[in-house]
T-cell receptor, first 112, second 114 residues
Framework: DGGITQSPKYLFRKEGQNVTLSCEQN?????MYWYRQDPGQGLRLIYY???????QKGDIAEGYSVSREKKESFPLTVTSAQKNPTAFYLC???????????FGQGTRLTVV | QKEVEQDPGPLSVPEGAIVSLNCTYS??????FMWYRQYSRKGPELLMY????GNKEDGRFTAQVDKSSKYISLFIRDSQPSDSATYLC??????????????FGQGTILTVHP
């Protein structure tokens, strides 16, 4: 089945650690996105990539980094510079000219 | 001011009720309007979308956009317990380079009790 796979589902990070969230899609979509969801704030865009080897900052990119070495993969690293990383992270993809963005099932990151 | 505002609720209704979910937006360039449904601990899924003003119906769901008042609505008829979820409105302007770069409202938590 085509779709977006995020892993892990739950992730715990110690203070000062970098962690990487995985996002893989087999929909052959050109564009991929990372959103952060906090209670009462909806989804906020962290980074997006429209083609391989290119990505752009979203509204809240500070403390995060991404790479897009393959069309299918768009990993997100939450660095120690992100002061409040506890949140639900959602990866999405879409194709230019279509109206639907497909979302993964999310990764819940908790700082311990 | 957020570009898309949505009352987070929570909203609780009895089974069979008509539910009205609403958003307002401030960006006049927005042309595409979406409603996503998100079950607890899951990713959002697209429920409906409309382009510009007007109504769109799909089964028990009706999406409505009034661009003159910058108002977006989703109506659910004969609501069911399985409709219990968070509903997110979203929008983006025409001519945008990618549809996934959406601006979301805060989401409304809906509970339909038997």
């Amino acid at each position: 089945d085509g779709g977006i796979t995020q892993s892990p589902k739950y992730l715990f990070r110690k203070e000062g650690q970098n962690v990487t969230l995985s996002c893989e899609q087999n929909l052959n979509h050109d564009a991929m996105y990372w959103y952060r969801q906090d209670p009462g704030q909806g989804l906020r865009l962290i980074y997006y990539s429209q083609i391989v080897n290119d990505f752009q900052k979203g509204d809240i990119a500070e403390g995060y980094s991404v790479s897009r070495e393959k069309k299918e993969s768009f990993p997100l690293t939450v660095t120690s510079a992100q002061k409040n990383p506890t949140a639900f992270y959602l990866c999405a993809s879409d194709q230019q000219g279509r109206t639907e963005a497909f979302f993964g099932q999310g990764t819940r990151l908790t700082v311990v | 001011q957020k570009e898309v505002e949505q009352d987070p609720g929570p909203l609780s209704v009895p089974e069979g009720a008509i539910v009205s979910l609403n958003c307002t937006y401030s960006n006049s360039a927005f042309q595409y309007f979406m409603w996503y449904r998100q079950y607890s601990r899951k990713g959002p899924e697209l429920l409906m979308y409309t382009y510009s003003s007007g109504n769109k119906e799909d089964g028990r769901f009706t999406a409505q956009v009034d661009k003159s008042s910058k108002y977006i609505s989703l109506f659910i008829r004969d609501s069911q317990p399985s409709d219990s979820a968070t509903y997110l409105c979203a929008s983006f302007p025409a001519g945008g380079t990618s549809y996934g770069k959406l601006t979301f409202g805060q989401g409304t938590i809906l509970t339909v009790h038997p």
